[in-house]
């Protein structure tokens, strides 16, 4: 209510129930993202632009509804960056929402400390496989079907943003991005984890894996691991002797003597803090072999912070 009495009405935005135009097709950098109202697709709304009920800001860059401006009703906003921390690349600092260009080929962005980027250029059309043709057709027709054209331009935005806040390398023309490694998939033996990065010849973003091993399976963990006199924690430790790796019924064609992370007496975990990538050959009976990426376990870490394996909303 305002100052005199009177009674401020806001014009209602959603209607149920649900009516959807097409889907539409969203620019490079923009999500496409269910609506307030919670029943259609919408390319959300940017940084500047006016937002409402529903019509809702881009959540994925760190964008809400500021309505201070539309006092009393608070029925149209715009959409700006919420106060949050900025970003460091190469010595330059940051503010939390802005653009940036370190290399012509790509665009950046800054959200909440992390760094995400998408291509400024996109593959013409012209460099399809799909072929001119000259006679009977128009000069510059392409044969290829609508179908064709449709998955070509798909494949022209393949390069996705990949939000981290690791040191963004340039490699042959290509700004290598990844995403953290996921949790190990088990909490003792072999076990998976995976992230997303285009650190591969074509730029593209792949879907990488590799296996780790954070603990033995071991029947009394406490007695295998010595913990120092005075101490609650033993970050990591090691088997007496190398041992080959068992793996989908197949071995490693040699022994390693791996560290793995330790226990607490107290309720901390301990966790991989740092490692390295190593390349492990397996050898299976009457079939031959094959070789696997595998993270190799330096050093550990004892904290309180424990997630469940393979808890994709661990870190929000």
């Not at 309505?67 to 106060?83: F, M, Q, W």
């Not at 260009?101 to 790509?106: D, R």
């Not at 990949?162 to 088990?186: E, F, G, I, M, N």
């Not at 990538?277 to 990426?293: A, D, H, L, S, Y």
Request: overall charge positive; aromatic content about 8%; hydrophobic content about 25%.
């Amino acid at each position: 209510p305002s100052e005199t009495g009177e009674v401020q009405q806001r014009k209602e935005i959603c209607h149920w129930p649900c009516r959807c135009p097409p889907m539409p097709t969203c620019t490079p950098g923009v999500s496409l993202v269910k609506d307030g109202c919670g029943c259609c697709k919408v390319c959300a709304k940017q940084s500047g632009e006016t937002c409402n009920e529903a019509d809702i800001c881009d959540p994925h860059k760190g964008l809400y509804c500021d309505y201070s401006e539309d006092e009393p009703r608070y029925e149209t906003g715009v959409c700006a960056y919420l106060v949050a921390v900025g970003c460091e690349l190469n010595g330059v600092y940051y503010l939390n929402g802005q653009t940036f260009q370190p290399n012509p080929l790509y665009k950046c962005l800054c959200v909440s400390g992390a760094i995400g980027c998408t291509p400024v250029f996109t593959p013409r059309v012209a460099a399809s496989p799909c072929a001119r043709v000259k006679g009977r057709k128009k000069p510059g027709q392409s044969t290829c079907g609508l179908g064709q054209h449709k998955q070509l331009q798909s494949t022209n935005y393949r390069l996705m943003s990949a939000y981290r806040s690791l040191p963004l390398v340039l490699k042959k023309k290509c700004l290598v991005q990844a995403t953290p490694w996921t949790p190990c998939s088990r909490t003792c033996g072999i076990g998976m984890s995976s992230r997303v990065t285009n650190e591969n010849r074509k730029c593209e973003m792949k879907k990488e894996k590799r296996l780790c091993f954070i603990q033995p399976c071991l029947t009394n963990t406490l007695k295998t691991i010595k913990i120092p006199k005075g101490k609650t924690c033993q970050p990591t430790f090691q088997l007496p002797t190398a041992e080959k790796l068992v793996f989908s019924g197949c071995s490693t064609t040699q022994s390693y003597k791996l560290t793995f992370c330790g226990v607490c007496l107290d309720k901390r975990c301990c966790i991989p803090n740092k490692s390295k990538m190593i390349t492990v050959q397996f050898e299976c009976p009457n079939e031959g072999f094959f070789k696997w990426k595998m993270m190799w376990i330096t050093s550990c870490v004892c904290q309180r912070i424990c997630t469940a394996p393979g808890d994709l909303f661990s870190e929000l």
